[in-house]
């Protein structure tokens, strides 16, 4: 123990970031659970993932078009506003990975496209999704919502 805290104070702050990003990813790529995990992760992601495992959480594919399928988690119990909100954070997620920094208007994004599940729109926020049958590992899709002419 000794000999870590001699270590951990002689290297640089930016060393002793690498050798714990290098061990963290090290120990996730071992752990059956934690593998599929990307090597930047965030405590949240793993929070999320271990609340899968424990039954604790869903998991749900969204289908976008010529996109590839988001993977997002969220409680079983969530409603419909959670599920959006877990996108939106899925997807910044995503964007930062790719280098992405195009600014988003989730606002106009829930005003054009609807979430829909074997052709059932997910219209109420304040509704369950198991009321709409969501249940782990479904695939949700975005489809652009019909304008309604005045």
């Not at 970031?17 to 930047?40: C, F, G, I, R, Y």
């Not at 969204?62 to 899925?90: C, F, G, Y």
């Not at 304040?126 to 009321?131: D, K, T």
Request: cysteine-free; hydrophobic content about 35%; overall charge positive.
């Amino acid at each position: 123990m000794e000999h870590a805290a001699n270590l951990a104070s002689s290297l640089s702050h930016d060393e002793l970031l690498e050798v714990t990003q290098t061990s963290l990813a090290n120990l996730l790529s071992k752990d059956p659970l934690m593998k599929d995990l990307p090597k930047d992760i965030i405590i949240e992601e793993i929070l999320a993932q271990t609340a899968v495992e424990h039954g604790q959480s869903i998991t749900i594919l969204v289908s976008r078009e010529n996109e590839p399928k988001l993977k997002v988690i969220i409680p079983q119990d969530a409603t419909v506003r959670n599920l959006k909100k877990a996108i939106q954070r899925h997807f910044q997620l995503f964007q930062r990975r790719a280098g992405d920094t195009t600014k988003i208007s989730w606002k106009y994004i829930w005003k054009t496209y609807s979430l829909n599940f074997d052709s059932i729109v997910l219209d109420d926020n304040n509704a369950s999704i198991q009321n709409y049958g969501v249940t782990n590992k479904v695939t949700l899709t975005f489809k652009k919502q019909r304008t309604k002419r005045k």
